[in-house]
């Protein structure tokens, strides 16, 4: 059993930057793929990165690219979200999942509850 607690959310101005986390508990979480979406009101819930358990293949949203790095410290049970060059359109409620680090929602197992992001022009 993996339980996922995301952190770091808040309210910025556009172009400021953020840094989420995603802390885990559970010896195996190392072992795992995890996965970043985001979910804004009204929508579906859209990928934005993933990571490897090794942190050696890393994907990515074409939307985030660039400006989004997906990084993780397994020392720490930590996966990492930055955030540069945030853009209004970037509001939503960031997820962290483990299982996969690839696009697709049905190949993560695990989910955090998510934290808020807002980002005012």
């Known amino acids: 059993q993996v339980q996922l607690v995301e952190s770091g959310g808040g309210l910025v101005q556009a172009g400021d930057s953020l840094r989420l986390s995603c802390a885990a508990s559970?010896?195996?979480?190392?072992?795992?793929?995890v996965g970043w979406f985001r979910q804004a009101p009204g929508k579906e819930r859209e990928f934005v990165a993933g990571i490897t358990w090794n942190g050696v293949s890393r994907n990515y949203a074409d939307s985030v690219k660039g400006r989004f790095t997906i990084s993780r410290d397994n020392a720490k049970n930590t996966v990492y979200l930055q955030m540069n060059s945030l853009k209004p359109e970037d509001t939503a409620v960031y997820y962290c999942?483990?299982?996969?680090?690839?696009?697709?929602?049905?190949?993560?197992?695990?989910w955090g509850q998510g934290t808020q992001v807002t980002i005012s022009s």
């Open positions: 559970g010896r195996t979480f190392s072992s795992y793929a």
């Open positions: 999942a483990a299982g996969s680090f690839r696009s697709n929602r049905d190949e993560y197992r695990y």
